[in-house]
C-alpha cells in the first residue's frame, strides 16, 4: 500500500511514494545491516533519482531533503550523520556518484541508481 506527497520546492514540483506497510512486514524486507529508518533514506534517496530522470545533481538532492527537516550539516535522530550514510549507500553500491559533463559553474556532482538497487 502507497500513497504520494507532493513537495514544492524552488519552483519545481516533487512527488514522493510514500510507503504505507505496517511495520511487522517491513521488518521482514530489511537487510540485517540496514534499520528501518536507513531503509526508508534510501528509498527516498533513490525515489528522488527515478523522479529526475534517473540524474539527481546532489546540491538537489540536499536542497529537497533538508525540506523534509534532514539536513547533512545536522545529526539526524534515527541514523545519524546523513552525508555519511549517503556515502555508505555509495560503498555499497545502491546510489553511484559520478560527475557531471561538461563541468558546469564548477565540479557538479549527479547521483544514479547504483547496481546493488536493481538487483
Known sequence: DYSVCEVDYNKNKYF??????GLP???KLTRPNHSLSQLAFLTIILSMIHMANNALDENDL????KILGIDKAESHIDFGDSEKLVNEFVKQMYIEKTEKFPPQKGQIIQLKVGHESVS
Do not use: K
Not at 514522493?16 to 506497510?21: A, E
Not at 540536499?62 to 531533503?65: A, H, R, S, V, Y
Open 16 to 21: 514522493l511514494l510514500r510507503n504505507n506497510i
Open 25 to 27: 512486514e517491513l521488518q
Open 62 to 65: 540536499w536542497d529537497t531533503l
